[in-house]
């Protein structure tokens, strides 16, 4: 059984390489998306129309989309961490529609929003700006930046469990008790530009390439479904350095005894050199949040009303509200 998984991780890892450099050639080549050209300028008239058409063509209409998705959930469905949780759900429809809303709202307001994080950026923190290694191979910088941006993601996690209104809004990402490819996509849309404005900064101080920023997102993006999805894998010594499905499975645990644990993003190490990483490296707990008030999806019904997804929105405000008067 653990040679069948690990031959479909490997094959699943060989179709994301061969995915950036085929698939993707042409926006590595010339950049084209939109969304990365606002690292650097403002965006032309009539761009947020191309970001979602691009959006369409090179993700939803994408064979290398439908591809990695069915390697995953056939992972689910091979070696399930829950073997009742059935892969398709209410629960993985209702992540997808978070995931169709952020191709329909977050990337037209991202690129935007980076245009506004480069122009703050050459405006108030160019000074951070390494210099000394813009002479460096293009490779190593793109491995310094993995690690800072990953640092940073794991500090930001950290805050984001810490500090009570942040949590509110990273909530409703923790809420899922199914998880799935598209749980790493319930993000409520303030929590979510709080991660981007983090994960972007060693980017421009560094000056990567555009090609070399869409091959890291489209890594990154694949990586995170894969772990945050219903597989009984901890990866055997691979763990020691990255994020693994059993790990996060931990961090999203409902059991007290494994609250503000296991923080990383991409690399484990953060964790076991910050002493937030969990010794548990073979239980395959249940996920969820305390709150019993939270909107959940119950039902295919309740989904296809879209009430829960639109309450959900709501939830964090809701519950700063009731801090306040508390």
């Known amino acids: 059984m653990k040679r069948r998984l690990w031959i479909t991780i490997f094959a699943l890892s060989g179709l994301m390489l061969l995915a950036i450099l085929f698939e993707y050639r042409n926006e590595i080549r010339a950049g084209r998306l939109a969304l990365i050209a606002s690292l650097v300028s403002w965006i032309p008239a009539g761009a947020v ?11 939803f ?8 998705t069915g390697g995953i959930l056939l992972l689910e469905r091979l070696f399930p961490a829950k073997p009742e949780h059935s892969v398709w759900s209410p629960a993985l429809l209702q992540d997808f529609l978070w995931y169709l809303m952020q191709f329909s709202i977050f990337v037209s ?12 950026y050459d405006d108030w923190l160019s000074f951070l700006t390494v210099q000394s290694v813009l002479e460096w191979p ?33 909530e409703v990402h923790h809420s899922q008790r199914q998880m799935n490819p598209w749980t790493d996509t319930r993000y ?16 421009f101080m560094l000056s990567l390439s555009q090609p070399a920023i869409v091959a890291y997102i489209f890594f990154r993006i694949w990586f995170t479904r894969f772990y945050h999805s219903n597989i009984r894998s ?18 999203h645990s409902v059991l007290p005894k494994h609250q503000d644990k296991n923080f990383a993003v991409f690399l484990s190490i953060w964790d ?21 008030g939270f909107p959940m999806e119950n039902s295919w019904r309740s989904v296809l009303s879209l009430r829960p997804l639109l309450r959900q929105q709501f939830y964090p405000f809701i519950r700063i509200w009731q801090s306040l008067r508390t």
């Open 138 to 170: 293009e490779l190593a910088r793109v491995l310094l930046a993995v690690l800072l941006s990953d640092f940073l993601g794991w500090l930001h996690h950290v805050i984001r469990h810490k500090v009570r209104w942040f949590w509110f809004f990273h």
């Open 109 to 120: 307001l991202e690129a935007a929003f980076v245009s506004l994080l480069g122009n703050f």
């Open 188 to 203: 409520h849309i303030v929590d979510y530009f709080e991660a981007q404005a983090v994960r972007f900064i060693p980017l």
């Open 234 to 251: 901890n990866l055997g010594i691979l763990r020691y350095v990255f994020v693994t499905p059993q790990s996060h499975r931990i961090h």
């Open 61 to 68: 209409l994408s064979p290398t989309f439908f591809a990695m």
């Open 272 to 292: 076991r050199m910050f002493g937030t990483q969990h010794p548990d490296d073979q239980s395959y707990p249940e996920t969820g949040i305390q709150d019993s």
């Open 49 to 59: 129309h191309e970001v979602f058409r691009d959006s369409l063509r090179f993700i």
